[in-house]
């Protein structure tokens, strides 16, 4: 229940520092309905439109999700990923909404992850809760309903791998989620894929795998052990793994940590300063290359262009971790800024759809590198990039206006 409830917590404190719901984007694909019957409006509509009523825009809210395969000797983040989806009914102007429909996810191929982390065995000693095999930390399976909220849907907490269930060694870090949408008789409405981001690639062991102890983890701790006096090592060989946001503050995981210490991200990012600057080395990660949006592969931006300061500006202590990220607003015109106050990810704009809705999250800005990345704006206006063709949701082409006017 504690980690419920530090969940919302933090879920309170990103709708305090943001001024406003969680909502997630996702990509999705249109059930092609009868050409013949629409033949009127075809001029209008957009090729692979087809005369559907309804569009349904899904996303993940990160550009990437870490989580461990192995929980026996430390945790840094638990498996977590965010799927959103906004639908749209089509018309003269266009209506989100939420009711009178549900909205199903699901990973096709990918149905099971007990086994392909072991998070499952520890996650009762790490956190103090006993979801079942599969089920996440907010009740998600690999497959089931959305929640509605306001304005869009969610699912939270989805405990993904990135190990397909045919392919239990060869990682696929870009998987696609797809999304349904159906009317309360069971009847579908709409249908769309976008990744669902995820990677175990941290590379701590690129440094941490001196020949004792061989397991890295364990080395991790004891590095600490020897130089903060914590006994962590020794607890975790007794079967009691360590969760660094118990001392060290993490608003992510709505753990607020000891107040005298640094938080995680600040302890993390200070102590290796001096040992690279290379977020790979960390962060997913040489194979994986998180970063894949259209700012990276066609205008040569790296990490510290938009995370101006790097590891020394991490670490900090005055920044609120997850909070004071860089923003669009910081290079773009206020037009195509972030809502005041608001991160990315939380942001909306034309029509009262999330950023994410038409950009895709951060770090996989459309176009992205990553093909699954494109499918959903490939499927619904013809060619990747943000979701610009008006008729799209517009029944017909508006005269005026647009996303960014
Ligand atoms: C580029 C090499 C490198 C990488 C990658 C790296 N570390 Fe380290 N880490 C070090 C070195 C070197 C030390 C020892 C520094 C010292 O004792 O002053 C260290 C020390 C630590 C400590 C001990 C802190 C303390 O109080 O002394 C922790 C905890 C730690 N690393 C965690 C991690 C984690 C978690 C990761 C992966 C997410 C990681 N490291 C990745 C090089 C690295
Ligand atoms: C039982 C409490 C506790 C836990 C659990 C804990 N730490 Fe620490 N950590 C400390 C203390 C105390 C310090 C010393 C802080 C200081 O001197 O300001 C520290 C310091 C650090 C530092 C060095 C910061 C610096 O700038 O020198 C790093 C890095 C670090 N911790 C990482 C981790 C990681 C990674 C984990 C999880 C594997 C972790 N800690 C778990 C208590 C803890
Ligand atoms: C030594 C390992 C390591 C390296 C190198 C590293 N990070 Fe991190 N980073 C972490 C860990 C561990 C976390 C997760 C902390 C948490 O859960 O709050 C993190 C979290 C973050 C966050 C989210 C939390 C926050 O502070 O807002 C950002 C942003 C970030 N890193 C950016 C970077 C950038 C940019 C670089 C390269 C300049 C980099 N990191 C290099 C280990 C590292
Ligand atoms: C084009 C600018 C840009 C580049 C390049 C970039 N980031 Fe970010 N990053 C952002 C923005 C903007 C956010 C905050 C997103 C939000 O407000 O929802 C962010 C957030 C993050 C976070 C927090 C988790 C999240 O997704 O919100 C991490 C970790 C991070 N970046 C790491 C990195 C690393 C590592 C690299 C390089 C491999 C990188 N970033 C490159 C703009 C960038
Ligand atoms: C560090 C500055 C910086 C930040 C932060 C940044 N951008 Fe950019 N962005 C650029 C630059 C430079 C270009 C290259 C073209 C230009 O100047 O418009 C670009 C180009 C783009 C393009 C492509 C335009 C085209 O011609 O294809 C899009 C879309 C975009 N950015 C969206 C975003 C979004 C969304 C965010 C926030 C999540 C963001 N950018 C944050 C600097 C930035
Ligand atoms: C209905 C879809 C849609 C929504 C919602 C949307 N955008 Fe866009 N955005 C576009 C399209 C299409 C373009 C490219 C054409 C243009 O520049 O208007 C674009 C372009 C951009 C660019 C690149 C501008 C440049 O300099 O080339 C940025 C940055 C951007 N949007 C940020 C945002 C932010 C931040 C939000 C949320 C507050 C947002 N967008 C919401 C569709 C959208
Ligand atoms: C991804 C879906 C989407 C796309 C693409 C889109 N719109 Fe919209 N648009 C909406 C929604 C939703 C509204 C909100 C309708 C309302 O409730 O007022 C809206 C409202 C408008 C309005 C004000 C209401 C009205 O219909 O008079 C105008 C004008 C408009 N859009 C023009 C455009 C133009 C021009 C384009 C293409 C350049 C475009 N839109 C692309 C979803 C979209």
């Known amino acids: 229940m504690r980690v419920l409830s530090y969940l919302t917590k933090l879920n309170w404190l990103i709708f305090m520092l943001a001024g406003i719901g969680l909502v997630l984007l ?17 001029v209008y509509l957009p090729v692979v439109q087809n005369g559907n009523p309804y569009v349904v ?8 999700h870490c989580y461990d395969r192995d929980y026996s000797t430390l945790m840094v983040l638990p498996p977590y990923n965010n799927l959103y989806a906004q639908v749209i009914k089509r018309g003269d102007p266009p209506q989100v909404i939420t009711t009178g429909i549900t909205v199903e996810y699901s990973v096709p191929g990918n149905t099971y992850s007990a086994g392909k982390t ?3 065995d520890y996650v009762f000693k790490l956190l103090g809760v006993n979801p079942a095999p599969n089920i996440g930390l907010t009740g998600k399976g690999l497959a089931g309903l959305m929640d509605p909220s306001s304005d869009h849907f969610v699912a939270q907490g989805i405990p993904v791998t990135e190990f397909p269930d045919n392919a239990l060694t060869t990682p696929n870090y870009f998987q696609l989620a797809h999304f349904i949408v159906k009317d309360l008789a069971g009847n579908v409405l709409a249908q769309t894929d976008a990744t669902i981001p995820v990677s175990s690639e941290m590379r701590c062991d690129k440094c941490h795998n001196t020949p ?11 590095k600490h052990d020897e130089d903060q ?4 090592s020794l607890q975790a060989a007794a079967g009691n793994p360590a969760v660094c946001s118990r001392c060290h503050a993490d608003p992510v995981l709505g753990m607020p940590g000891n107040p005298n210490l640094p938080s995680l991200s ?3 990012h200070g102590l290796h300063a001096e040992q ?9 990660g040489p194979v994986t290359r998180c970063l894949r949006d259209v700012m990276s592969t066609q205008f040569g931006l790296t990490c510290v262009n938009c995370h101006v300061g790097g590891m020394t500006a991490l670490a900090n202590q005055n920044r609120t971790p997850w909070v004071d990220l860089p923003r669009c607003g910081n290079c773009h015109p206020a037009a195509f800024s972030e809502n005041p106050g608001t991160l990315y990810k939380l942001s909306k704009g034309h029509g009262g759809l ?3 809705s038409c950009h895709n999250s951060t770090h996989a800005i459309t176009t992205s590198r990553e093909a699954n990345d494109n499918v959903q704006a490939i499927t619904l206006q013809g060619y990747a990039g943000p979701i610009g063709k008006c008729t799209v949701c517009h029944l017909t082409q508006p005269t005026s206006g647009g996303p960014h006017q």
Request: proline content about 7%; charged content about 10%; hydrophobic content about 40%.
């Open 276 to 284: 690279t600057t290379d977020c790979y080395s960390c962060h997913p």
């Open 118 to 120: 072991n998070f499952w």
């Open 26 to 42: 996702s990509l999705v694909a249109i059930k092609p309905f009868p050409t013949e019957a629409f033949a009127g409006n075809k």
């Open 212 to 222: 004792s102890p061989t397991n890295y983890r364990m080395n991790i701790l004891q």
């Open 266 to 268: 600040a302890a993390v």
């Open 57 to 64: 825009l899904g996303w993940n809210d990160l550009g990437m």
């Open 229 to 232: 006096g914590t006994v962590m």
């Open 354 to 356: 999330f950023c994410e």
